[in-house]
């Protein structure tokens, strides 16, 4: 795809979230997250975990003695606002498609799939050297105008000073006061602790992200970040800061140190993301991007519409 001019791009992508997803995200404005919106719609019974304290009936709980919870509808029109990492970590890919490239497909398959009459659109793009904000509107011509922005995004250069992804959530999170659907693509590699243990720096901005808005977190990884091949002596150039280093992969030891190094960190990211309350989605470069998306709907839905479990009242003194 990036050998193709950037308004075939835009067309092809466009054909291809349309075959192959189109339908999935429609109907009752649940989207890519089933879950409540903001008009009430009655309660029901409280499910111990799996429902929020902080929906709680009071009023229905106290007629009733039995603990209730607030049902919604999904909101009639719906706000999306994405947070684009288009750092230099992004600029990297060894298979079909660079985790930038994926990050610009994550993002069209969420517009086209999202757009309908009423809907907004609104990114912030975190480049390498700022933080640039699109006003949310609707229609397709806006949503083509930013996936042009983002194709045509100049390559962040190593060495760089992009603000951290912690403080581009921040931002956004102070302008989006309505309740939405905030979406937030990639690698999550900004603010990790260096030995993989602890909390990344992202971690509580997020959390307090998903207080107000349903939140999805696409989290877009490339093979090569999780195992070396044995391609003998390389030079590995870190791209935020453009430092060198020579490795010789041939040595079997070290392919597993980086492994295992590798998969502790992104099991950091994992369990972060997840102790934030939102939604995770895993993308690679070298997988079906759009099968890895069917997934994730379908699993929402099943757990949206899962039915209902025995009720077990919470203790008396839950709060």
Same mark, same amino acid.
């Given at each position: 795809?990036? *050998?193709?001019?950037?308004?075939?791009?835009?067309?092809?992508?466009?054909?291809?979230?349309?075959?192959?997803?189109?339908?999935?995200?429609?109907? *009752?404005?649940?989207?890519?997250? #089933?879950?409540?919106?903001?008009?009430?719609?009655?309660?029901?019974? /409280?499910?111990?975990? @799996?429902?929020?304290?902080?929906?709680?009936?009071?009023?229905?709980?106290?007629? !009733?003695?039995?603990?209730?919870?607030?049902?919604?509808?999904?909101?009639?029109?719906?706000?999306?606002?994405?947070?684009?990492?288009?750092?230099?970590?992004?600029?990297?890919?060894?298979?079909?498609?660079?985790?930038?490239?994926?990050?610009? &497909?994550?993002?069209?398959?969420?517009?086209?799939?999202?757009?309908?009459?009423?809907?907004?659109?609104?990114? /912030?793009?975190?480049?390498?050297?700022?933080?640039?904000?699109?006003?949310?509107?609707?229609?397709? &011509?806006?949503?083509?105008?930013?996936?042009?922005?983002?194709? &045509?995004?100049?390559?962040?250069?190593?060495?760089?000073?992009?603000?951290?992804?912690?403080?581009?959530?921040?931002?956004?999170?102070?302008?989006?006061?309505?309740?939405?659907?905030?979406?937030?693509?990639?690698?999550?590699?900004?603010?990790?602790?260096?030995?993989?243990?602890?909390?990344?720096?992202?971690?509580?901005?997020?959390?307090?992200?998903?207080?107000?808005? *349903?939140?999805?977190?696409?989290?877009?990884?490339?093979?090569? @970040?999780?195992?070396?091949?044995?391609?003998?002596?390389? !030079?590995?150039?870190?791209?935020?800061?453009?430092?060198?280093?020579?490795?010789?992969?041939?040595?079997?030891?070290?392919?597993?140190? /980086?492994?295992?190094?590798? &998969?502790? *960190?992104?099991?950091?990211?994992?369990?972060?993301?997840?102790?934030?309350?939102?939604?995770?989605? #895993?993308?690679?470069?070298?997988?079906?991007?759009?099968?890895?998306?069917?997934?994730?709907?379908?699993?929402?839905?099943?757990?949206?519409?899962?039915?209902?479990? #025995?009720?077990?009242?919470? #203790?008396?003194?839950?709060?």
């Amino acid at each position: 795809m990036r *050998q193709l001019a950037p308004e075939q791009r835009l067309r092809r992508l466009e054909l291809l979230v349309t075959r192959r997803l189109d339908g999935l995200l429609h109907g *009752q404005h649940l989207g890519l997250l #089933p879950g409540p919106g903001s008009e009430f719609a009655g309660s029901r019974e /409280y499910r111990p975990g @799996e429902d929020e304290v902080r929906r709680m009936d009071w009023a229905v709980t106290a007629r !009733t003695t039995l603990p209730h919870v607030k049902e919604v509808d999904a909101d009639r029109e719906l706000s999306t606002w994405l947070l684009v990492d288009s750092t230099p970590s992004m600029d990297f890919g060894t298979a079909e498609l660079e985790k930038r490239e994926l990050a610009v &497909a994550a993002v069209a398959a969420i517009g086209f799939l999202t757009a309908g009459i009423g809907n907004r659109l609104g990114a /912030y793009l975190l480049d390498g050297v700022g933080l640039r904000r699109v006003p949310a509107r609707s229609g397709r &011509a806006h949503l083509l105008g930013l996936l042009g922005t983002l194709l &045509a995004a100049p390559r962040g250069e190593a060495g760089g000073s992009p603000p951290p992804l912690a403080e581009a959530v921040t931002a956004l999170h102070r302008a989006a006061p309505k309740r939405g659907m905030v979406v937030v693509v990639s690698d999550f590699l900004d603010g990790l602790p260096d030995d993989n243990t602890g909390t990344p720096d992202w971690e509580g901005a997020i959390r307090r992200l998903a207080v107000r808005h *349903q939140v999805l977190a696409v989290e877009v990884v490339d093979p090569r @970040e999780l195992e070396l091949p044995d391609v003998g002596v390389i !030079t590995l150039v870190d791209p935020e800061t453009g430092r060198r280093r020579e490795v010789a992969t041939s040595d079997r030891r070290l392919r597993q140190r /980086y492994a295992a190094a590798a &998969a502790r *960190q992104r099991e950091l990211v994992r369990h972060a993301l997840r102790r934030t309350g939102a939604a995770h989605l #895993p993308l690679r470069t070298d997988r079906d991007w759009t099968a890895d998306i069917v997934r994730h709907v379908h699993l929402q839905r099943r757990l949206a519409g899962a039915p209902r479990a #025995p009720a077990h009242p919470a #203790p008396r003194g839950v709060a």
